[in-house]
């Protein structure tokens, strides 16, 4: 039996979802603010289309936690294990990558496109910004 080829999906080509939220409260913003901060630069994309994305969630206050804890576990990674090493800007959106795998429920490092013991040491740093 011949499974269809997995097709690549280019997302500026698909639609956004609609605008469920006209505002966001003060401590959203900051709170979105600080995460676009610490890891803005490698989401090729602005402040304001990042703060759009929460305003097109069911629950902005999900998302903002969901990605606090991203950005948390990316900065408790580089304290941790990158320290002084200056990364290629290549390397240093992988390790996003994975981070926002594992916050989608990913637990396997030989799932997250890095070497098995970094995303070992990316798992028990988003463990250790939820408290696990």
């Known amino acids: 039996m011949n499974a269809p080829k997995p097709q690549q999906i ?6 956004s979802g609609p605008i469920r939220h006209e505002t966001l409260s ?4 900051d709170l979105i603010g600080t995460a ?11 402040l304001e ?7 097109r969630a069911q629950s902005p206050e999900t998302e903002v936690a969901v990605w606090k804890s991203i950005a948390m ?6 304290q941790k294990h ?4 200056r990364l290629p800007y290549s390397e240093k959106k992988m ?7 594992i916050s989608t429920g990913v637990q396997k490092p030989e799932l ?13 740093c988003f463990d250790e910004v939820l408290g696990l």
């Open 112 to 124: 997250l496109g890095v070497p098995i013991t970094v995303g070992k040491r990316l798992l028990e």
């Open 36 to 46: 676009y901060r610490m890891i803005g630069k490698y989401l090729d994309m602005n």
């Open 95 to 101: 390790l996003l990558v994975a981070l926002v795998a």
């Open 10 to 15: 280019v997302q500026s080509r698909m639609p």
């Open 73 to 78: 576990a990316w900065a408790t990674f580089q």
């Open 49 to 55: 289309q990042f703060e759009i994305g929460f305003m």
């Open 26 to 29: 003060d401590e959203v913003l």
């Open 82 to 85: 990158v320290g002084q090493i």
